[in-house]
C-alpha cells in the first residue's frame, strides 16, 4: 500500500513536471513562474501555484530549463538551456536572448584580489527592445 502510494505520487510529479516544462516550452518569451502558472492552470484549473513552483525549481536544478536571475526583478525561465546571454527591456521588463558566442574563456580573464573562485558566469545587458522603442517613437 505505502508502495502505491509512493508510485501515484512520483508519477504525479512527473506529470507535473511534464506539464510546467511544455508551458515554459510553449512560452518563447522568458516566463516568470507566474507566467508558467498562469499557462499551466488554464488546462489544469486545480493545479496549485506552489507545485507549479516547487517543479520549475527541480527542472532548473537538474538543467531542463534555465533560470535567469534578473536584478530587481523576477527570476525567468528559458527553454534554451544552454549557457547564453540575455538582455533585458528597462520599458517592458522583457528578456531576449542575445545572439553572440558565450564566452568562455571569460573566466580565464578576471582576475579577483580576493581569492574567489569564480565558476560561471551570467550577463544581462540592459536597454530597450524593438517594441518599446517603436512605441516610443525611436
Not at 510529479?13 to 502558472?37: C, G, K, M, W
Not at 488554464?42 to 530549463?65: M, Q
Request: charged share 25%; glycine share 6%; with cysteine.
Amino acid at each position: 500500500m505505502a508502495t502505491q502510494t509512493a508510485e501515484r505520487a512520483t508519477t504525479r510529479n512527473t506529470i507535473q513536471r511534464a506539464l510546467v516544462l511544455e508551458a515554459v516550452r510553449s512560452l518563447h518569451n522568458h516566463p516568470t513562474s507566474a507566467d508558467v502558472y498562469e499557462v499551466v492552470r488554464e488546462k489544469h484549473p486545480n493545479i496549485s501555484r506552489a507545485t507549479v513552483y516547487r517543479n520549475l525549481g527541480v527542472l532548473a536544478n537538474r538543467g531542463e530549463v534555465l533560470r535567469v536571475e534578473v536584478p530587481n526583478g523576477a527570476d525567468r525561465y528559458d527553454f534554451l538551456n544552454r549557457p547564453h546571454y540575455h538582455a533585458k527591456c528597462r520599458v517592458c521588463g522583457g528578456v531576449f536572448d542575445v545572439d553572440m558566442p558565450y564566452q568562455s574563456d571569460i573566466l580565464a580573464k578576471v582576475s579577483d584580489a580576493h581569492g574567489f573562485a569564480i565558476e560561471e558566469h551570467e550577463i544581462i545587458f540592459n536597454g530597450v527592445c524593438s517594441e518599446c522603442r517603436k512605441a516610443e517613437g525611436r
